[in-house]
């Protein structure tokens, strides 16, 4: 049974550009979130999707957006890339209905020059 | 607004030793709190979690953690420490602003052990 998986590992950007990091959900599970985690902080929520609709947001501008599809698989892009962007983008999945917990993928490792 | 702390930015163990990684929180009603546990270059693992019931918690990997409501504190422990299990441990609660069962974490700034031989 596949977990979370997550691509690309690592990816290098400037800044002004614009990136897309791609998500596949834990089998079985249809809620993904997408978390930022900089530098020795912990991770920080920027939004959750179910049934391919934003549910939560957290504190993130919008040049933060998002996608789901029809499989649970999940994209996060980021536009007009600044250098404080430099992070670990993790994405985790969970059955939507219930306390279950959230399953964390490998994360992209953002670079932002 | 919910939160948690984690007091210490590094612990320091010796290989069999007990070891204990502290938290406390902060919520309004009950919390739903986790530990996760994160090796360089990785995601987050998931040790263990308390959602009602027991306070006494037990995780993967021998890990426990008790809640204590009246210190408002979730501590994760080991009897035994191995020096395998030294990594960023990551305390976390429930946000329930969004509802109950729905909300996203909320996390500590994370403690490193270190397990010394």
């Known amino acids: 049974d596949a977990g979370v998986t997550q691509s690309p590992t690592h990816l290098i950007k400037t800044r002004g550009q614009q990136v897309t990091l791609r998500c596949s959900p834990k089998s079985g599970h249809d809620t993904v979130s997408w978390y930022q985690q900089a530098l020795g902080q912990g991770p920080q929520f920027i939004f959750q999707?179910?049934?391919?609709?934003?549910?939560q947001r957290g504190n993130f501008p919008d040049r933060f957006s998002g996608h789901q599809f029809p499989n649970y698989s999940s994209e996060l892009n980021v536009n007009a890339l600044l250098l404080g962007d430099s992070a670990l983008y993790l994405c985790a999945s969970r059955s939507g209905g219930s306390t279950d917990t959230q399953y964390f993928g490998p994360g992209t490792r953002l670079t932002v020059l | 607004a919910q939160s948690v702390a984690q007091p210490e930015d590094q612990v320091n163990v010796a290989e069999g030793n007990p070891l204990t990684v502290k938290c406390t929180y902060s919520?309004?009603?009950?919390?739903?709190l986790f530990w996760y546990v994160q090796y360089p270059n990785r995601g987050l693992q998931f040790l263990l979690k308390y959602i009602t019931g027991d306070n006494l918690v037990k995780g993967s990997y021998g890990f426990e953690a008790e809640f204590n409501k009246s210190q408002t504190s979730f501590h994760l422990k080991k009897p035994s420490a191995l020096v395998s299990d030294s990594a960023l441990y990551f305390c976390?609660?429930?946000?329930?602003?969004?509802?109950?069962?729905?909300?996203?974490?909320?996390f500590g700034k994370g403690t490193k052990l270190s397990v010394k031989p």
């Open positions: 919520v309004s009603g009950n919390p739903y």
């Open positions: 999707y179910y049934e391919e609709e934003e549910r």
């Open positions: 976390a609660v429930r946000d329930i602003n969004y509802g109950g069962s729905q909300g996203n974490l909320i």
